[in-house]
Nanobody, 116 residues
């Protein structure tokens, strides 16, 4: 059974920082990419950042470029999202995603709330 364990969400003031972590537990297999998505109330889920596992290529949504940094630990099969200069519009449930051979796996989600 594949399980993605997320941690690091919480409440922070605007301008503050948070670091999200997502670790794969259970069954081990090759990873093509991991990333973070978010969903705010009344909005669709959107990609925040993504990183390929072998080459480490990254993608960021325009709204977070320059503020968020995604990184990975290959040995621990863990992905991190460092979020700086947080804004109230970053408030959402953040979901970890793992892609393996075209199949997506999701974490349970962690709430990030940024107060103004």
């Amino acid at each position: 059974q594949v399980q993605l364990v997320e941690s690091g969400g919480g409440l922070v003031q605007a301008g503050g920082s948070l670091r999200l972590s997502c670790a794969l537990s259970g069954r081990t297999f090759s990873v093509d990419a991991m990333g973070w998505f978010r969903q705010a109330p009344g909005k669709e889920r959107e990609t925040v950042a993504r990183i390929t596992w072998r080459g480490g290529s990254t993608y960021y949504a325009d709204s977070v470029k320059g503020r968020f940094t995604i990184s990975r630990d290959n040995a621990k099969i863990t992905v991190y999202l460092q979020m700086n200069s947080l804004k109230p519009e970053d408030t959402a449930v953040y979901y970890c995603n793992l892609n393996n051979l075209g199949r997506d796996y999701w974490g349970q989600g962690t709430q990030v709330t940024v107060s103004s």
